[in-house]
């Protein structure tokens, strides 16, 4: 091992070189470790292992494959933690510590002796985290998803959170099933390790990080509960150990090109919207720009091509039976650029030339039998939204893709779960439903943009109705939703301006959305519309000060562009 490398990497600054690393071997060796280790390449693994996050449940399993594989190629695994983010546990929502947890990432590579890193990442927030951290930390890294669920059983039915969850949930609501069913469902829904069963925002991401470059070849969509991630995590060891003697770093990986792949794969796998956020977000780590031009015409080239809850049929152990990624990439090889390279160093087009097994259609659909001709997602704009919006057109319903309708404004997230079922409020069928102030400035950008449908309407059988938000939506849901709305209401967007009783207008085919309110008249309530006092201390007035917006993936103003240096 050369200066400068393993252990002698960045030392502690007491004006003493010698002395620090005197110290530090002495200290190290506290730890059991060999003068013989201690002289070997170090690699990172960062264990992600919570008790407040169930989908990481195996991170100690996968720790230790991580850590023989490391070994086996000659190096010392060192595993430490980061922050984790479990999506149910926290308050108010996972996405205002997205950042948080990238901060954390970025700089415990820096600051601490490794010269790659293996990064466990796996629920919703963590991977996005993980990947923008580690591409401003600069170091060879290795991303390892802890894999998906399997499923569960109810009544010969299978189950999978959490596409399952909100099905019974709205059943439960509108009366088609009663409280026992709904308790037992309850602990059915997520019975093993591991992420989201369906192609939620964890499964995309997933997809995402293998597209990219950044996860080996075929490990996105491995079952948490499978051999196989094991094995894979073994291979993610040597990987990272390999890419110290051949250095790779993620801003060489994660290009323009790449993130372009990666969104032929989220449109091809009717991805999850949140990952339009974080591919915004992972982009401005390179100084990448996802115009929405560039996003639609890539939507409208790219067909929908799986068939995965919680837009379609199966689960993601049946995407991975089917043939994964690898399957999904090969579909569409002709709209890839080939030229991309990856952790083992290897070009996309050298990957796909290598020839699949199989591929279970009922799954992975060929290209010239889509499941859809055309991408799941698309951004809208218009005068509602100057700065864009995001629709998940195969999640949606196309009766509702050109709608002109009244609305229905909720105040905050309050007034919604005042009135929401308030049989007295004024909503019919046709309605739209708007919620302002849940932006990531006003509310951190929870997932509230799956607004219920109103108890009298479900009652009736209502199942979907045109909603409007500059909130998020889990990756597991599905309705015609329109989210992201940028500039978000809490900082002056035209959202603000919306009132109950406005005509509202969504064309899917023109991709626009507008108020049906005069400019003069928007321009008049947004001077008078309140603004939110924004938290005062902490890291939520941080985060109220730097957050950009959805069109910019939400990072912090200081975080984003390219370079690796710290300021
Ligand atoms: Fe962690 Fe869904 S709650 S992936």
């Known amino acids: 091992m050369t200066d400068g490398h393993g252990i002698r990497r960045g030392l502690t600054n007491y004006g003493d070189r010698a002395f620090a690393q005197y110290l530090r071997n002495s200290f190290a060796r506290s730890m059991g470790l060999s003068k013989e280790m201690l002289d070997k390449p170090i690699v990172g693994v960062v264990s992600t292992y919570s008790g407040f996050n169930n989908c990481h449940r195996d991170a100690p399993a996968l720790v230790e494959a991580v850590s023989r594989g490391v070994l086996a190629a000659g190096a010392l695994p060192l595993p430490f933690p980061t922050i984790s983010l479990g999506e149910v546990f926290l308050n108010p929502t996972s996405m205002a510590y997205r950042n948080l947890m990238a901060m954390d990432t970025e700089e415990m590579i820096r600051a601490q002796p490794m010269d790659a890193v293996v990064l466990i990442g796996g629920c919703d927030k963590t991977v996005p985290a993980q990947i923008m951290g580690a591409i401003s930390a600069g170091v060879p890294a290795v991303q390892l998803v802890t894999g ?12 999978g959170a959490c596409t399952d969850c909100r099905r019974f949930w709205a059943r439960y609501r509108a009366g088609e099933i009663d409280g026992a069913e709904i308790a037992a469902v309850e602990g059915r829904l997520a019975t093993t390790a591991g992420t989201c069963a369906v192609m939620g925002t964890a499964s995309t991401m997933a997809c995402i990080a293998e597209t990219l470059g950044l996860a080996l070849p075929g490990s996105a969509a491995i079952p948490a509960v499978h051999a196989d991630r094991l094995v894979a995590a073994e291979r993610s060891g040597a990987a990272a150990v390999d890419l110290i003697r051949r250095p790779i770093r ?6 323009e090109k790449s993130i372009e792949n990666a969104l032929r794969v989220l449109m091809a796998v009717s991805g999850s919207t949140n990952a339009v956020v974080h591919l915004a977000a992972i982009a401005g780590r390179v100084g990448v720009t996802i115009s929405r031009e560039r996003f639609n015409a890539i939507s409208d080239e790219t067909p929908v091509l799986v068939d995965l809850k919680p837009v379609g049929e199966g689960y993601m152990e049946d995407f991975h039976a089917a043939g994964g990624v690898d399957a999904v990439l090969r579909e569409i ?15 996309l087009g050298a990957r796909l030339a290598r020839p699949l097994e199989w591929v279970d259609r009922k799954v992975i659909r060929p290209f010239a039998e889509p499941v859809s001709p ?17 629709l998940k057109r195969a999640a949606a319903t196309p009766a509702l893709f050109e709608t002109e309708g009244r609305a229905v404004v909720f105040e905050d997230l309050e007034d ?17 439903l708007v919620l302002k102030n849940a932006g990531p400035v006003a509310a951190g950008m929870p997932e509230a943009g799956y607004l219920p449908i109103p108890k009298k309407l479900a009652q009736k059988g209502v199942k979907d109705m045109l909603r409007i938000s500059d909130a998020r939506m889990s990756g597991t849901a599905f309705g015609t939703i329109v989210l992201h709305v940028a500039p978000e209401s809490a900082v002056g967007g035209p959202l603000a301006a919306a009132r109950s009783g406005d005509r509202i207008r969504l064309s899917v085919r023109d991709k626009r959305l507008d108020l049906l309110v005069d400019e003069a008249t928007i321009a008049a309530r947004l001077a008078a519309a309140p603004r939110p006092q924004p938290p005062t201390r902490g890291y939520r007035a941080l985060y109220a000060r730097t957050v950009q917006q959805a069109s910019a993936g939400c990072d912090f103003d ?9 300021g």
């Open 333 to 347: 090889r002709h709209l890839l650029h080939l030229d991309t390279v990856d952790v083992l160093g290897e070009t």
């Open 558 to 566: 200081f975080l984003a562009g390219a370079g690796t240096e710290q």
């Open 148 to 159: 998906p669920m399997s499923t569960g059983r109810h009544r010969g039915e299978r189950l």
């Open 250 to 255: 993620p801003a060489e990986i994660v290009t």
């Open 374 to 390: 055309v991408g799941g997602l698309i951004a809208l704009e218009g005068n509602l939204a100057p700065d864009g919006a995001i």
């Open 416 to 432: 919604l779960a005042r009135r929401i079922d308030d049989p007295a409020l004024d909503v019919a069928a046709d309605d739209v």
